[in-house]
């Protein structure tokens, strides 16, 4: 028989024991690594609506790729099936007008990407750019990327051939801009960040795999997917995401109803009202966007938007619709992706002009269908 003081130890031992089973808590489980951060770099062929995206991003979720990231400060337009769509694919955009302004460190910034992707160029062959002057630009944008992520990977098409009707010298400065891609991409690439240079270019047909012989349509769509699918792979493998972006919230902007300078909106007609932005402008050239809204009470199945130029403006390219010029006037039509607007809806279309002596506003129209 167990002595009183005896008994009074080992029971003071049991209740530190028991609670020491009571208080005790199971490990945590280990966080998930956060995802790679891929940005799509480029003009209306990565970001309008840039439907290679979303085949490459579904390819990748198909194959066990799931833990990306596809970032950047645009939204996703529609393709036809889900994914993850923000991107830095620019409508009318020149890598040399990206370059000069310095406006790729602020998405950068705002995104923390560890890989880009970087189709880029197409409108700076257009306006008569250089291949020298653009693979300068193309390495200031990869010193800034560096200065974000000294870790950065980046993938470098070789850009798509383009024919446009209104330049028979577009397709061989192509050429010659796609040719002096990997000599550069060489003496620039280091084993932190290395550069791959990714041929878009050969077997890609104008004819068959874009509608108007400078944007893809869906077979060249897939066809950059699958050129984009095997140099993404091999550089996620080893990757090493880097911490995301802190984001502070901050309340709203208040907005006024009024329409910012260079922007005109179109009396309703039927339902359908049509706005204009100016976008920029230089020297006998500007960038326009119109953005066609179904303000009735029942979904559209196309649309038409004319504008009339008074001044003897001239549309040479145009994305997101199929554009033709008779004097005065321009019209535009939907493509087959973005005819179909509910109500509320909108689809906007962008373009390159040229003028001489003035540039005013158009006068706008629409029409639903």
């Not at 049991?14 to 956060?34: D, F, H, I, N, Q």
């Not at 991003?57 to 990306?68: E, K």
């Not at 630009?137 to 990327?145: E, F, N, R």
């Not at 041929?199 to 874009?210: A, I, K, V």
Request: hydrophobic residues 35%; glycine residues 10%.
């Amino acid at each position: 028989m167990l002595r009183r003081p005896l008994l009074s130890t080992v029971l003071a031992a049991l209740v530190v024991a028991l609670g020491t089973v009571v208080v005790a808590r199971p490990a945590s489980p280990a966080e998930a690594p956060a995802p790679v951060r891929i940005m799509a770099l480029g003009d209306s062929i990565t970001g309008s609506p840039g439907c290679w995206r979303a085949m490459l991003w579904n390819r990748l979720q198909n194959t066990g790729y799931t833990n990306v990231d596809f970032v950047g400060t645009l939204p996703a337009q529609g393709c036809g099936a889900p994914y993850d769509g923000e991107n830095e694919g620019h409508g009318g955009a020149l890598v040399t007008t990206v370059a000069d302004q310095n406006q790729l460190p602020p998405w950068l910034a705002a995104t923390r990407p560890d890989i880009v992707l970087m189709h880029f160029g197409t409108n700076d062959v257009w306006s008569n750019r250089a291949p020298a002057t653009i693979l300068a630009a193309y390495g200031k944008l990869v010193d800034q990327m560096r200065a974000s992520n000294p870790n950065m990977k980046v993938l470098v098409a070789k850009i798509i051939p383009m024919a446009p009707s209104s330049c028979a010298e577009c397709g061989q400065r192509t050429v010659a801009l796609n040719d002096a891609i990997p000599g550069w991409a060489a003496s620039k690439t280091t084993s932190a960040s290395p550069i791959v240079v990714v041929d878009q270019w050969t077997g890609f047909s104008t004819g068959s795999d874009t509608y108007d012989g400078v944007h893809p349509n869906a077979a060249g769509d897939q066809k950059m997917a699958d050129r984009w699918y095997p140099a993404l792979t091999a550089a996620l493998d080893g990757v090493t995401p880097t911490p995301p972006p802190t984001r502070t919230p901050t309340p709203p902007p208040t907005r006024t109803p009024t329409p910012p300078p260079g922007t005109t909106t179109a009396p309703p007609a039927g339902g359908c009202a049509a706005t204009y932005r100016s976008v920029g402008q230089w020297q006998g050239g500007f960038q326009g966007e119109v953005t066609v809204r179904n303000n009735g009470s029942t979904a559209s199945r196309s649309w038409t938007a004319q504008l009339t130029f008074g001044a003897g403006q001239q549309v040479s390219q145009a994305w997101n619709a199929t554009v033709s010029q008779s004097g005065s006037t321009v019209t535009a039509r939907n493509v087959g992706w973005n005819g179909s607007l509910a109500p509320a809806g909108t689809a906007t279309f962008g373009f390159i002009g040229s003028w001489t002596g003035s540039n005013p506003t158009p006068v706008l129209s629409c029409t639903l269908g």
